[in-house]
């Protein structure tokens, strides 16, 4: 599946933005999807998925209570909802998808095998 991240940009904190990463090719209800996240000089980081089964998104504890994602299969696309942003949010964020997924590897990027180009977000204090 080919994805496109999108929405992101420059935000003052305690603002907020909505990413979209629309998908095409194949069917998308198949895949489970993710947003990570790579600040600079540091690793990319897990930030939140939906399963393909039950539509539950899971988040890393960093931001449970301040990101809310969500998908909607008929459009192809999963939405990444971020409230009260910090500074430290600031990274480019990407979607990943993939159809071999366990709950126990949703953190590992290598699980996911399709990936989008990444978005900037910035968060000025």
């Known amino acids: 599946v080919q994805l496109q991240a999108s929405g992101g940009g420059l935000v003052q904190a305690g603002g907020s933005l909505r990413l979209s990463c629309a998908a095409s090719g194949h069917s998308f209800s198949r895949y489970t999807v993710a947003w990570f996240r790579q600040a600079p000089g540091k690793d990319r980081e897990f930030v939140a998925c939906?399963?393909?089964?039950?539509?539950?998104?899971d988040y890393v504890d960093s931001v449970k209570g301040q990101f809310m994602m969500s998908r909607d299969n008929a459009k192809n696309t999963v939405y990444l909802q971020m409230n009260s942003l910090k500074p430290e949010d600031t990274a480019i964020y990407y979607c990943a998808a993939g159809t071999r997924l366990i709950r126990s590897t949703i953190t590992r990027s290598v699980a996911y095998s399709d990936w989008g180009q990444g978005t900037q977000v910035t968060v000025s204090s």
């Open positions: 939906i399963f393909r089964t039950n539509n539950i998104p």
